[in-house]
């Protein structure tokens, strides 16, 4: 098959099955990559269309795609999604009995299956492992990637043994996909993956569809009605450290006339199961949760993510704010931080039984996050420069961005920081730097005869915590960064030089934004009355068909595709099929249903 006839065959199958015109960015080039028999490793924001990139590979390559997923609730609403599409897929998990799994097994011997999800564990079960050997197998992929990552924020020990499947099946093509990764878990995921030849698609980080906001804690209960009120009857999620204070906050937000649920790792099965699965199904509904929540959840229109408490890094904050716009729709990232935080998240590194090397690393990661709250500058160039990606102009959709804060000169101090780094030959962390520039006697500067050095005791103007979160801000500014593999060492880069000859002057954070100042987040679309009659008959249609299916609306169709429906108001099936996320099988589905609200609406215009 040639490249041409790949591309032409690729393009037919995402319009006829998933609806689609044009690929998106990077797509094509994976898909083509994986028809032709190669190897992928796959970094592509959440939203950004990853699934694809393995779902339509498995239709066109000969037998059925594997595919690896960490999480049960995923696997059950990707095959639930593809069921809609006509695609013949399944899982493997615990949830079935041994009934069921015996006739996924037959139709998997038969040839009957384009898709089947397992969970790492059992993907490396002799039986599973046996019955692969038994059918074609058209690819591998690895969802969630970054879960084979023992520095990461997700690890998942048994990802570690699917290096497994370059060893048993060499001859069929893997992918593997993560929305996370930094330069260091990259090369991780191909190490311990067997990637080396893979091709490399690297989509970038960046959701210009998020608004990112980040405020100091004060009250933060009356912060985040005050957000709320932005967010009047949205899906949404608020994250929470510690599970009593999830039921807490889920139990008040109800008090104040909100459709909250709590979800933590604590709650009885069947309860947790059954907030998650209204949230899902259900309009409107807020969930109160830990980080238990969240990794495997498909929901599109969840239009905001709100943090009450520190995560424990950029990459975790990333992945869960990452949970709000899947579907490009306007969403908010919002989160509020104390220092309250800061102490309960050292308090918990230093009780961890983990070895003192993964201690250093949650350190930088959380001084790293703790930057990104005290930047001045665009918090979107700030976190996608932390994953190795330039952003040359400021947003226009973050809260500095819209609203900067008040700033300082602070030039001098960081040329007092920047000039200690480099006269201690960058092979020392923040505390003994800090230690340096308050002329501190302890016994590393002692051995280090630093007490020598020109910068010894210039930084007296300010605190020990004055001065780190100066180094924070430098951090986030890409002035300094850490080595992680020296301990922790702080090290100077290139763009730090025109601040040390005094060529650039550096702002940094002063205060707090003032009282009077009302918080910006963004603008909902604005439909006219007309349209928005239309817009929820259409909602209400999709209610309808979910449940009468016993699915969540979004597996019907996207709100993405229903502004599309509004838009366009199509009338016959060839119309109905030119809108976006409709393909044949949605076509015969539900045209006739959506088509008769569109003319229901139109006469009731017309009579008004």
Known sequence: MTTTTTTTSARTVLKQTFGYDQFRGEQQAIIDCLLQGGDALVLMPTGGGKSLCYQLPSLLRQGVGIVVSPLIALMQDQVTALHQLGIRAAFLNSTLNPYQQQEIEQALRAGNMDLLYVAPERLLQPRTRQLLTEVDIALFAIDEAHCVSQWGHDFRKDYLGLSVLHEQFPAVPRI?????????????????????????????????????????????KQQLLKFLATHQNDAGIVYCMSRKKVEGLAHWLCDQGFTALPYHAGLPTKLREQNQNR??????????ATIAFGMGIDKPDVRFVAHLDLPKSIEAYYQETGRAGRDSLPADAWMVYGLQDVVRLKQMQAASQAEEQFKRVEQIKLDALLGLCEVTSCRRQVLLRYFGETH????????????????????????????????????????????????????????????????????????????????????????????????????????????????????????????????????????????????????????????????????????????????????????????????????????????????????NEFAG
Not at 407 to 420: C, F, G, M, N, Y
């Open 279 to 288: 949230f899902l199904r259900e309009d409107g509904i807020i969930i109160v």
């Open 392 to 603: 040359a102009e400021p947003c226009g959709n973050c809260d500095i961005c819209l609203m900067p804060p008040k700033t300082w000169d602070a030039t001098e101090v960081a040329q007092k920081i920047l000039s200690t780094v480099y006269r201690t030959d960058q092979r020392f962390g923040v505390n003994h730097v800090i230690d340096v520039l308050l002329g501190n006697e302890t016994e590393k500067i002692l051995r280090f005869q630093h007490q020598n050095l020109s910068t010894y005791g210039i930084g007296q103007e300010l605190s020990a915590v004055q001065w780190r979160s100066v180094i924070r801000q430098l951090l986030a500014r890409g002035l300094l960064h850490v080595n992680m593999d020296a301990y922790g060492a702080l090290q100077l880069t290139p763009e730090c030089r025109s601040v040390l000859r005094g060529e650039t002057k550096l702002q940094l954070r002063k205060d707090t934004r003032p009282k009077h100042e009302k918080e910006k987040t963004h603008k909902k679309p604005i439909l006219d009355p007309v349209d928005r009659a239309l817009w929820e008959a259409l909602k209400d249609c999709r209610q309808r068909l979910a449940q009468e299916q016993g699915v969540p609306p979004y597996v019907v169709f996207h709100d993405a595709t229903l502004r599309e429906l509004v838009r366009f108001r199509p009338r016959t099936h060839r119309e109905f099929l030119m809108i976006n996320g409709v393909g044949e099988n949605k076509l015969k589905r539900y045209a006739d249903s959506f088509i008769r609200v569109i003319e229901d609406c139109a006469a």
């Open 176 to 220: 593997a996909l993560t929305a996370t990764a930094d330069g260091r878990t990259q090369q991780e995921i191909i190490q311990r993956l067997n990637l080396g030849h893979a091709g490399v698609f690297i989509s970038g980080f960046d959701r210009p569809n998020i608004h990112y906001a980040i405020a100091e804690k004060k009250n933060a």
